[in-house]
């Protein structure tokens, strides 16, 4: 079976940083494209960023491209998000689920709560 277990998150003042991590099992880890997703309180999930499976090549969405990075370690079936100069509109509950800019698998985890308030 397919999950996901998001962790990582926190209550962090703006301009702060978090690391989120997403373990993964019940499919091939390293043959897969992998993506964070985010729901803001009231609002519809939305991407994140995405890695693919090998030779990394990473997106990232305009809101997050040079704060946030995206990584993975096969040996671990890890996700990871490394989340830097987080502002108020980060707010939100965080996800990881297989595909690049898009969900592989209905499965969803429980995610992961980032809070940024001062």
């Known amino acids: 079976q397919v999950q996901f277990v998001e962790s990582g998150g926190g209550l962090v003042q703006p301009g702060g940083s978090l690391r989120l991590s997403c373990v993964t099992s019940?499919?091939?880890?390293?043959?897969?494209?992998m993506s964070w997703f985010r729901q803001p309180p009231g609002k519809e999930r939305e991407l994140v960023a995405s890695?693919?499976?090998?030779?990394?090549?990473?997106e990232y969405a305009d809101s997050v491209t040079g704060r946030f990075t995206i990584s993975r370690d096969n040996a671990k079936n890890t996700l990871y998000l490394q989340m830097n100069n987080l502002r108020p509109e980060d707010t939100a509950v965080y996800y990881c689920?297989?595909?690049?800019?898009?969900?592989?698998?209905?499965?969803w985890g429980l995610g992961t709560q980032v809070t940024v308030s001062s």
């Open positions: 689920n297989a595909g690049f800019q898009r969900a592989e698998f209905a499965n």
């Open positions: 890695i693919s499976s090998a030779n990394p090549v990473k």
């Open positions: 019940g499919f091939t880890f390293d043959v897969y494209a």
